[in-house]
């Protein structure tokens, strides 16, 4: 079993800023991809920010320059820096991971439950 824990959503003004954090618990292996999904309602779900395990990241053109992902493999956590933030990042975020549980050949999907995210203007 691996449980996904989000944290640090909530109701902030354009321009301020949020930490959202994932924690990953279970029979972890290793962790590769770490994902920050974000999902509008009436949208689809996009991808936001992607990070490895080596520390390579991979943002959404939206996000550059406003948002920073990082990870503690240690910790099994993965961060996301939200600064300069708009009312259209207002969404629900959601974290993924492909992980490596003990005992199984290869890496699996997992995620978290989402954490709201409200920016106002």
């Known amino acids: 079993q691996v449980h996904l824990a989000e944290s640090g959503g909530g109701f902030v003004q354009a321009g301020g800023s949020l930490r959202l954090s994932c924690a990953a618990s279970?029979?972890?292996?290793?962790?590769?991809?770490m994902v920050w999904y974000r999902q509008a309602p009436g949208m689809q779900r996009e991808l936001v920010a992607t990070?490895?395990?080596?520390?390579?990241?991979v943002y959404a053109d939206s996000v550059k320059g406003r948002f920073t992902v990082v990870r503690d493999n240690e910790k099994n956590t993965v961060y996301l820096q939200m600064n300069s933030l708009k009312p259209e990042d207002t969404a629900v975020y959601y974290c993924?991971?492909?992980?490596?549980?003990?005992?199984?050949?290869?890496?699996?999907?997992?995620w978290g439950r989402g954490t709201q995210v409200t920016v106002s203007s």
């Open positions: 990070i490895t395990s080596g520390g390579r990241t």
């Open positions: 279970g029979d972890i292996v290793r962790i590769d991809f």
């Open positions: 993924y991971a492909d992980i490596l549980l003990r005992g199984w050949l290869g890496g699996s999907d997992h």
